[in-house]
Antibody, heavy 121, light 106 residues
Framework: QITLKESGPTLVKPTQTLTLTCTFS??????????VGWIRQPPGKALEWIAL???????RYSPSLKSRVTITKDTSETQVVLTMTNVDPVDTATYYC?????????????WGQGILVTVSS | DIQMTQSPSTLSASVGDRVIITCRAS??????LAWYQQKPGKAPKLLIY???TLQSGVPSRFSGSGSGTEFTLTISSLQPDDFATYHC?????????FGQGTRLDI
């Protein structure tokens, strides 16, 4: 059974650094083609892809967020961590992590429940 | 960057209706297009990938078509459980982008 779950702070202050952890089970990031991505959704708005960490340790970032985000894999190999610097109220959103198999599907087939992060002083 | 544009933004329909949602890409994306269903407070659920491949467990009333720049999601006969928001998503070389979503209302 494949599961993913996001964890981290639900309230951060402007200019602070946000760190979110995706803990997953039921698959490994060492399997060819497997990757974990982060996607966010501001309240009432569209989904926005943020970053991807793939089985070959390849990292990709959304061009619009690239300067502020970093994605890494924990040594446990069952967690992927997203770091976002200098957060702003516009970064208030539900943040999801999800699995994708590339290029087999190119789609996120399993998702975490999401974590609502509010940026406010 | 490839931009994904969905239409309409909102759609009103009734149980039993046939519904079509369109997603257009700003340049050709071959068939690298996925569709998701999202209900309030829940994570998106994958319906279709590679434009027309139905994800396991998804009812056959959902279908996808298209290639290049224009794609459609069709629900052949709306069921009460289908009222939700639908998103399209493009994949290319480890990069992704989503459409703005289509809300399907009763």
């Amino acid at each position: 059974q494949i599961t993913l779950k996001e964890s981290g702070p639900t309230l951060v202050k402007p200019t602070q650094t946000l760190t979110l952890t995706c803990t997953f089970s039921g698959f490994t990031l060492s399997t060819t083609g497997v990757a974990v991505g982060w996607i966010r959704q501001p309240p009432g708005k569209a989904l926005e892809w943020i970053a991807l960490f793939s089985w070959d340790d390849n990292k990709r970032y959304s061009p619009s967020l690239k300067s502020r985000v970093t994605i890494t894999k924990d040594t446990s190999e069952t967690q992927v961590v997203l770091t976002m610097t200098n957060v702003d109220p516009v970064d208030t959103a539900t943040y999801y992590c999800a699995r994708v198999v590339v290029p087999a599907t190119g789609a996120f087939d399993f998702w975490g429940q999401g974590i609502l992060v509010t940026v406010s002083s | 960057d490839i931009q994904m544009t969905q239409s309409p933004s909102t759609l009103s329909a009734s149980v039993g209706d046939r519904v079509i949602i369109t997603c257009r890409a700003s340049q050709s994306i071959s068939r690298w297009l996925a569709w998701y269903q999202q209900k309030p407070g829940k994570a998106p659920k994958l319906l279709i990938y590679k434009a027309s491949t139905l994800q396991s467990g998804v009812p056959s009333r959902f279908s996808g078509s298209g290639s290049g720049t224009e794609f459609t999601l069709t629900i052949s006969s709306l069921q009460p459980d289908d009222f939700a928001t639908y998103h399209c998503q493009h994949y290319s070389n480890y990069m992704f982008s989503f459409g703005q979503g289509t809300r399907l209302d009763i």
